[in-house]
Nanobody, 122 residues
Framework: VQLQASGGGLVQAGGSLRLSCAASGRTLSSYVMGWFRQAPGKEREFVAAISWSGGSTYYADAVKGRFTISRDNAKNTVYLQMNSLKPEDTAVYYC????????????????WGQGTQVTVSS
């Protein structure tokens, strides 16, 4: 499956962005989907995950209550709605697909998108 992330940009602190991850090549409903982020000089970290049907979600503590992950399997797309953005949310955001696990661990994801830059100014 090929993943294409989009929707990043520059926003002021307190603002919102919605990231999209469009899949092609395979039906998205076959995969657990996750969002990760990587800031300069830091390791890639888990942000959010959603189960195959969308019935279960899980968030990193740093984004809980501010970010919402959702999916539209009919459109083969996963979203990350980001509200109340903070400068520390600045990073490249990646979407990823896991065939077998509802997991927060990057190496358990099988496919990755190219990343989209999110910059939050103070």
């Amino acid at each position: 499956v090929q993943l294409q992330a989009s929707g990043g940009g520059l926003v002021q602190a307190g603002g919102s962005l919605r990231l999209s991850c469009a899949a092609s090549g395979r039906t998205l409903s076959s995969y657990v989907m996750g969002w990760f982020r990587q800031a300069p000089g830091k390791e890639r970290e888990f942000v959010a995950a959603i189960s195959w049907s969308g019935g279960s979600t899980y968030y990193a503590d740093a984004v809980k209550g501010r970010f919402t992950i959702s999916r539209d399997n009919a459109k083969n797309t996963v979203y990350l709605q980001m509200n109340s953005l903070k400068p520390e949310d600045t990073a490249v955001y990646y979407c990823a697909a896991s065939k077998t696990r509802f997991t927060v661990t990057p190496y358990e994801y099988d496919y990755w998108g190219q990343g989209t830059q999110v910059t939050v100014s103070s």
